[in-house]
């Protein structure tokens, strides 16, 4: 058996700036998506307690006493 360490190839440090390159970008990505989850959730969370709110000023004759 061979126990010397494999030379390093020609091409290796392209190969490793090519995977980081690409690294980078999914990691983007996948920020980007959560951030529009997140609004997207805050959206629907607002919208649920607008649909709690009552709607309005109460009648006149409730408000008055008679």
């Known amino acids: 058996m061979n ?3 494999n030379p ?3 091409g290796d440090g392209e190969r490793k700036d ?3 390159e690409a690294l980078r970008a999914n990691l983007q990505k996948r920020k ?3 951030r529009s989850r997140r609004a997207s959730d805050a ?3 607002r919208a649920r307690d607008a649909d709690l709110r ?3 000023l109460p009648a006149a004759g ?3 006493k008679g």
């Open 3 to 5: 126990d010397k360490a």
């Open 8 to 10: 390093p190839k020609k």
């Open 18 to 20: 090519r995977l980081a």
């Open 32 to 34: 980007a998506q959560t």
């Open 43 to 45: 959206d629907k969370q």
């Open 54 to 56: 009552s709607e309005g």
């Open 62 to 64: 409730k408000m008055h």
